[in-house]
């Protein structure tokens, strides 16, 4: 290759050896920097290394006590899955009984079957076992959703073992179960070893399982170190219809709130205003729905300063890091209508600041709010 | 003869007992809540025969949803094999070629374990990351969109339905690639270096010896990723419900998603049940698909 073509070669790599090191590294600067770095110009180095951040996400965030649940739950999984697999790879691949090829293939089969279709079920086994929201009953559940490929690989595994060693086990007198675990099981460590890293990646990785089966009491002291990063970073605000939304901040002036239904692209219901005191030192305004039986898509009109309120969700309130406070009470929701959180996408519209009164527009942008004005 | 049945007894109910109670009793009692209207608060349910699947095929979320894994089975596999396939030829033949043959790039070991970085975060740390690289002020991509002068180009990606689903492709080809560039480079590095310069002192191009020579000899390798990859697309849940949550407005919506909101939101267990059952046939017609695609070639061959 010439050099042009080399250099050009190495243009590409460089390229997309940035694209996959930049956020990670973004990520890692993120976290020395304040709340007011990261709210700004995100190429903005950190001042000073905040170790203290990281200290806060040990002490506040808890992230120590959800690291060690995932290394608790991970390790007794696999631990278990590799005993458990092992013992059935071997017996399916040495031994021949009535019923093996319908064992074999009752495991193998589980690789074929997509775990959202056991979601619903499965998580009303966990429940009457009395293990939902608990560790070992994810750990069992790991382990049990491990064992299809488990076993497919290691019966193949122990199939290509040879059997001249077992055979000679045997004439020196060597039992079923030492043959097991002295002869064939360290013979067979590549393999473990192999599959082990596999079923270390599909249980470190699992996201579904946990969010399902970690419900219900106790799932807060059980929450792990991936389910939890995910409810630290900022949330939209849950607000549902008929939510009263109290705006403390001064700044922010009689929010009309009006938002209309939207069913299959056609707009048909409106959400109007139905109760809003300009006068009043803490400013509310109810919505609820117009006709009822809502059932459609739906677009909100927010006001502009809410979009920026959603860094950071203590338990209900919202709190802007300009320590704008919007608390937002789930007052009696109006029968008929389903409870919905206020998504991307969503158009919220307000009416302007206290003097003009005028009416403005702004759609809800993911996460993060942007104004449309 | 005893002791042998004793040891295969010992050694074979452990594993089924564990097995049968969390994984098969869930999958056979999936398609038996499919058929009624359960919302799993009582115990007294109805059987309503296939209504719940009637009313899946006039759901128009579940079918938008739907569409969505389709578009993510046709891109995914493509855009993340094709980029592997790029990068990895790069990587293994894009250095110097003397008399002593074709060499890889210099600093191939260094790309490799980079582009390997993504596969090392669990799929929950990606999800949130690129959430923020995102977000329409603070994110790192309209910050450098607005650095460059581009500013016309900074849009809220993830809150405008045009873009959404586009978003969560890119960020699933970003964690996938790096696996497939190291797959395939090792793959390779088992093709004979000689059949490259051959092909070199005979004027073919770097292009024509990628699509001639690279990938009809990596073709059993590319069916391998392409089956992994046709897993994640049909999954696509961490992913999805970590950025986007399915919006704006259903625009970036899969059908894992749909299930369980439709199961753990709505509490519609029978309903999302027969979704579940469909998402496995779903499977199953890919899995068959794949089969028969793959039997034809082995036949031609």
Known sequence: VSRPGRLCSHVFLVVWALLTTLPLVWAVLGSFKSDDEILTDPWRLPARLRWENWARAWNEAHIGRYFLNSAIVVTGALTLTMLLGAMAGYVLARYRFRGHRVVYFAFAGGMMFPVFLALVPLFFVVRNLGLLGTLPGLTLVYAAYSLPFTVFFLTAFFRTLPSSVAEAAMVDGCGHFALFFRVMLPMARPGLVSVGIFNFLFQWNQYVLPIVLLQGAGAELCGLVDRKLNQLSPQPPAAHFGDEIEVVDEAVVPAIFEAEAERDHNIADRLVVQHHEPGASKRTAVCEHHHGGFTGRIEWRVIPAVERLCHGNEGGRLRHPDRNVFAIHGRGRPSNTTPRQLRCGDVVCYAGKRKTRRMRRARVRSSQYQPLT | ?301
Not at chain 2, 142 to 167: M, Q, S, Y
Not at chain 2, 272 to 287: K, R
Request: charged share 15%; net charge positive; aromatic share 14%.
């Open chain 2, 1 to 301: 003869v005893r002791g042998k049945r004793l040891f295969i007894a010992v050694f074979l109910l452990p594993p089924l007992l564990l097995y049968g109670v969390f994984v098969v009793s869930p999958y056979a009692q999936a398609f038996q809540i499919a058929g009624t209207d359960w919302r799993g608060l009582s115990p007294e349910f109805e059987f309503v025969g296939a209504d719940n699947f009637r009313r899946l095929l006039g759901d128009g979320y579940f079918w938008n949803a739907l569409r969505h894994n389709g578009v993510l089975l046709l891109l995914l596999p493509v855009a993340t094999i094709l980029l592997g396939l790029f990068l990895a030829s790069m990587i293994s033949v894009g250095g110097r070629a003397d008399r002593a043959g074709v060499h890889g790039v210099r600093g191939a070991g260094v790309y490799r374990v980079v582009y390997f970085f993504p596969q090392v975060l669990s799929v929950a740390i990606i999800g949130v990351l690129w959430k923020e690289m995102y977000a329409p002020h603070t994110g790192l991509i309209n910050g450098t969109l607005r650095a460059v002068g581009l500013d016309g180009l900074a849009r809220p990606w993830l809150g405008d339905p045009r873009f959404a689903f586009w978003c969560v492709l890119v960020v699933l080809v970003w964690a996938n690639v790096g696996f497939y560039v190291v797959l395939f480079g090792a793959a390779m590095q088992s093709i004979p270096r000689d059949i490259y310069e051959a092909a070199l002192l005979d004027g073919a191009s770097r292009a024509t010896t990628l699509v001639r020579i690279t990938v009809p000899l990596l073709w059993d390798t590319i069916q391998v990723a392409w089956v992994y990859l046709a897993i994640i697309a049909i999954d696509g849940f961490a992913v999805v419900q970590i950025i986007t949550d399915g919006g704006p407005s259903y625009s970036s919506d899969v059908v894992g998603l749909r299930l369980y909101r439709t199961a753990f939101g709505d509490a519609q267990f029978g309903y999302a049940s027969a979704i579940g059952v469909a998402m496995f046939f779903l499977t199953l017609s890919v899995a068959v698909l794949f089969l028969r695609a793959t039997h034809r070639d082995r036949v031609e061959r």
